[in-house]
């Protein structure tokens, strides 16, 4: 829903647009910040959760003696997956203590919104990458093999690149199957 809602200001041309995404994201007053349902607040609960509920899986597993990794794999999981996390710069300015959120969506023009997004989703991909790889190597494989290719066509979005419009399409990256 976010990002279709993102998309459809793309779609206007609105890349430098501050307003939308700050409105949605934020609210009309970052000092109080909306909770909705696709706010940053609640994206970062879920990125919260999401870090708790995969440390907590790594840790049961460390616990196991059949699952159980070697200390530096489990160590650098447990990095992997902390650095998730949102955290707050502790900074303040003009009166504004500098949140995870703020940093993140409030006052930036969309295309550095969709980019923010696309980082957060490259860096959860990283690290689901990665600990396949501890996986498959706890395992006794030595390397993965992918048996399927998937790609999520989706419609080119126009980007702004030092005054010229080019178009991109992206696609998502083969997933291993295990």
Not at 37 to 50: F, H, I, N, P, Q
Not at 52 to 78: A, G, H, P, R, S
Not at 88 to 93: G, N, R, V
């Amino acid at each position: 829903m976010l990002i279709e809602l993102i998309s459809l200001s793309l779609d206007k041309g609105k890349i430098d647009d501050y307003d939308t995404p700050t409105g949605m994201l934020i609210g009309s007053d970052p000092s109080k910040m909306i909770d909705g349902e696709y706010s940053a607040k609640a994206l970062r609960r879920k990125l919260e959760k999401l870090v708790t509920d995969l440390t907590k899986l790594v840790d049961n597993m460390q616990q196991d003696k059949k699952t159980q990794f070697l200390k530096e794999d489990y160590e650098q999981i447990k990095k992997k997956i902390e650095n998730l996390r949102p955290k707050d710069s502790d900074k303040i300015e003009d009166g504004l203590k500098q949140t995870w959120e703020i940093s993140n969506f409030n006052h930036l023009p969309m295309a550095a919104v969709v980019t923010n997004l696309n980082k957060m989703i490259a860096d959860m991909r990283n690290t689901e990458a990665e600990i396949y790889q501890v996986f498959a190597a706890a395992s006794g494989k030595v390397a993965l093999k992918f048996d399927k290719l998937s790609a999520k066509v989706m419609r080119p979005l126009p980007i702004f690149n030092q005054g010229k419009f080019i178009k991109l399409t992206f696609f998502s990256p083969p997933r291993p199957v295990l």
